[in-house]
């Protein structure tokens, strides 16, 4: 391998690992003049450890990440008589790129003039659509077997992270790189109006990427199957704060190297209640209904479906390009003056209000690649607070 292609795959590894992708590792470049710097004398507030034992495991929770290598599906076709505009396989942007998808979406499905449309699915990416497709004047039923509390949209992480797992690079059409950073730039400055507002449904948090010597060090080799995964970070610098390196006194971890960047947070249980609270009050309906095969659409009243059902499409529309990529989360219950998340030894760290996320993200993102398990896994959970115990123990 030679020393640029595995420099590459190096800083591809980190960027990834670090669930900050491409965009937050920007700021890896040398300060400019003009950037601000903190007063001489300042010092910052000391973090609170968090308990991390196993014990305090309240509950393990896994989701499925729709992945498609051509990137999300988002166009329309006919079915049993009536316009379907699929919106779906967004692999793990699902909630960072759902205000952006959901405008297309949207778009593809007033172009005929139809008012009343129904959306299948009422996870991040129905509920963002329904409320897009209302907003633009039209009547709109949510119909799924779930609401938003049981999707595997409420299992997300909660990081802003607009290109993890979107697409196969080599697979992706020519404009598709264009397309996806509108969709993330429309979902960017939308999430940004819900930050402070009641319930915080979005919030920032300050995160932490932190590295042992011997990782430094480390050269990862990827599988020989492995996907080249696109990342377009890069074009969206301009928009979120960059990442600092610490200096030793800047920070208690005990480790070779850390830096600093302030993270966007989805709080997922409180801003799923949100939207399906406004989808409501501004006169929206939702009803259960179990769906089988693409016929049973016929059932519906509505001339226009949006079909939003994620790694259910897979299932629904018989779409064998899904590619589960499995991801588990074991929760930690809530832990007062926690409020900064981190990365070390291949395991996240992120507190919500409804528990501290503690996820094992593995050495690349073909972690999970290919693996439909739901079945919760004790053992990887507790390895994954082994690995960071070090980080809270004198």
């Not at 900050?20 to 903190?38: D, K, N, W």
């Not at 009641?198 to 590295?211: C, E, K, T």
């Not at 996240?348 to 996820?359: A, C, H, M, W």
């Amino acid at each position: 391998m030679s020393k640029v292609v595995q420099s590459r795959l190096v800083q591809n590894r980190r960027d990834v690992l670090a669930g900050i992708g491409a965009m937050g590792l920007a700021g890896c470049a040398p300060r400019v003049a003009g950037q601000a710097v903190l007063a001489p004398g300042f010092v910052k507030p000391p973090l609170v450890p968090i308990d991390v034992r196993a014990e305090r495991i309240a509950k393990i929770t896994v989701c499925l990440r729709p992945f498609r290598a051509a990137g999300p599906r988002i166009e329309a076709e006919t079915v049993a008589a009536k316009r379907v505009v699929h919106n779906y396989g967004h692999g793990g942007s699902g909630w960072s790129l759902s205000w952006g998808s959901a405008e297309v979406a949207a778009g593809l499905a007033l172009e005929g003039g139809a008012r009343d449309i129904a959306v299948i699915g009422c996870g991040a990416i129905g509920l963002t659509t329904a409320l897009t497709l209302q907003r633009a004047g039209a009547r709109v039923t949510i119909y799924a077997k779930e609401r938003a509390p049981e999707t595997r949209s409420a299992r997300a992480t909660g990081t802003w992270s607009p290109d993890s797992r979107v697409a196969d690079r080599a697979r992706v059409s020519a404009d598709f790189p264009d397309r996806w950073e509108r969709m993330a730039r429309a979902s960017w400055a939308t999430h940004l109006g819900y930050v402070g507002t009641a319930g915080n449904p979005v919030f920032w948090s300050d995160f932490y990427i932190l590295r042992d010597k011997e990782e430094q060090q480390q050269a990862y080799a990827p599988p020989a199957n492995a996907i080249d995964f696109a990342h377009y970070g890069g074009r969206l610098r301009d928009l979120a704060p960059r990442s600092r390196p610490l200096t030793r006194a800047e920070h208690p971890f005990p480790v070779a190297e850390a830096r600093l960047m302030p993270s966007l947070t989805f709080n997922v249980a409180e801003l799923s209640h949100r939207l399906m609270a406004d989808f409501l009050l501004e006169g929206g309906r939702i009803e259960q209904m179990i769906f089988e095969t693409p016929a049973d659409l016929a059932r519906l009243k509505q001339p226009v479906v949006v079909n939003c059902t994620g790694y259910g499409a897979r299932a629904l529309w018989k779409d064998e390009t899904i590619t589960p990529v499995r991801g588990q989360i074991a929760w930690l219950p809530p832990q007062r003056g926690v409020d900064y998340s981190l990365y070390y030894r291949g395991v996240s760290l992120l507190p919500r209000p409804d528990g501290i996320v503690v996820q094992a993200v593995g050495p690349s993102e073909m972690f999970g690649y290919g693996d439909a398990s739901e079945v919760a896994d004790r053992a990887e959970a507790e390895a994954a607070l082994a690995a960071v115990a070090p980080l809270f123990t004198s």
